[in-house]
């Protein structure tokens, strides 16, 4: 609650837990709500008594079905032993617990779209100002966090603040579920301490890169939207938020993913154009024109049907989404493909090669015309 006089508004507040968790390669809320359901409960009532909220609304992807039926029945047992709901812990404090399950739709992560989703409307995110501190879930100030922040508030507030700022380094303190997957021996989600380097946390939990450390060929660090890094840069990479903007990437869901040089990595980046292609809403002109672009330039790109001077257009068409949406959807498609172009553009140009001198040494031109297709029987139409 940050908004101007808002200690006087008399409105109802509410806690909002975010726990649609759609981000590819992301699985840590899951595993709180699946293993340690009453952590994330009680939680929500730290949390909700600092903010006074009358109530918690937890929206949960709709995916998770058994997750939310471990979840609903630890808020039943809360329930029966009078922890939540009237006289919450015998302190005269009313709060209440709801599981609100959404649709699968990765739009919904978004805070103003999550509301619009549990008030019965489509799942699209609203202008701001104003925030959700202000006008949020049925227009009453409200508060829209993740499942990690809220789980750990009640550690903290045992251990106290200074134990948990004593893990990581300045400005990046306390601790973070990191959700390791790909090509390592054991893929895992583990909680570890901000900043460690990102080749001590795969070797130290992961047992490795799959064929060893040398057979690494990229990691995307923080979840598919944030862009990628080669080898070079993960060999000395420490995994916090200043290190890895420092680095061009950043932290996000901390959802690891590790690809070795068995990976086609234009291939992978495709995929996730693909992705996000599928999950925009469509409100905002540059996402929902500019995700339809990318994916199928990226498509070529994949196929090597494309000419060498757009990659220089992919990259300026990225550039011209960042910061032109409502929603962080347009940075999430162009980041991942402004990681490909800037590390691994010799791989496009490569395959832009291979294919033209698979049609005879002529380049192709933009739509996939080459221009002696015609008389060698091999048109191909525009776009494929």
């Not at 509301?115 to 609203?126: L, T, V």
């Not at 380097?197 to 979840?223: F, K, Q, S, T």
């Not at 995994?239 to 291939?267: C, E, H, N, P």
Request: aromatic share 8%.
């Amino acid at each position: 609650m940050n908004f101007k006089d808002w200690d006087k508004d008399t409105k109802p507040r509410y806690l909002v837990v975010n726990a649609d968790e759609g981000e590819p390669g992301t699985c840590k809320d899951r595993e709180i709500m699946r293993k340690d359901p009453h952590k994330l409960i009680e939680g929500c009532l730290v949390s909700g008594r600092a903010m006074n909220a009358t109530a918690a609304y937890i929206y949960i992807r709709g995916e998770f079905y058994e997750e939310a039926t471990v979840l609903q029945k630890a808020i039943n047992e809360a329930y029966a032993a009078g922890l939540i709901g009237k006289n919450a812990c015998g302190s005269g404090y009313d709060f209440d617990v709801y599981i609100h399950r959404g649709m699968g739709a990765y739009i919904c992560g978004e805070e103003t779209a999550l509301i619009e989703s549990i008030e019965g409307k489509a799942g699209k995110p609203r202008l701001k100002p104003p925030f959700p501190a202000a006008v949020g879930l049925f227009g009453c100030p409200s508060t829209v966090t993740n499942v990690e922040t809220v789980a750990v508030a009640p550690t903290i507030c045992r251990r106290g603040g200074k134990w948990f700022a004593g893990f990581g380094r300045e400005r990046n303190q306390g601790t973070k579920l990191f959700c390791i997957s790909g090509h390592v021996n054991n893929p895992c989600t583990v909680e570890e301490e901000m900043s460690i380097p990102l080749r001590e946390l795969i070797d130290r939990h992961c047992g490795g890169v799959r064929g060893g450390w040398d057979n690494l060929l990229a990691v995307i660090p923080g979840g598919s939207s944030t862009p990628v890094l080669p080898k070079h840069i993960c060999d000395d990479q420490m995994m916090d938020f200043d290190a890895l903007k420092d680095s061009q990437s950043g932290l996000g869901t901390a959802a690891v993913i590790v690809m070795d040089k068995s990976t086609d990595i234009v291939r992978a980046i495709s995929r996730l154009s693909a992705f996000y292609r599928h999950e925009s809403c469509g409100q905002c002109t540059p996402c929902r024109e500019g995700s339809k672009w990318t994916l199928q330039m990226m498509e070529r790109f994949e196929r090597g049907q494309a000419r060498e001077r757009e990659i220089d257009m992919l990259q300026e068409l990225t550039k011209q989404v960042e910061g032109h949406t409502i929603c962080a959807l347009g940075e999430a498609f162009a980041w991942p493909i402004q990681g490909l172009i800037r590390h691994f553009r010799p791989e496009l140009e490569a395959r832009i090669r291979q294919n033209a001198q698979a049609n005879g040494g002529k380049e192709v031109f933009a739509g996939g015309w080459a221009p002696n297709t015609r008389q060698e029987g091999k048109l191909i139409a525009p776009g494929q």
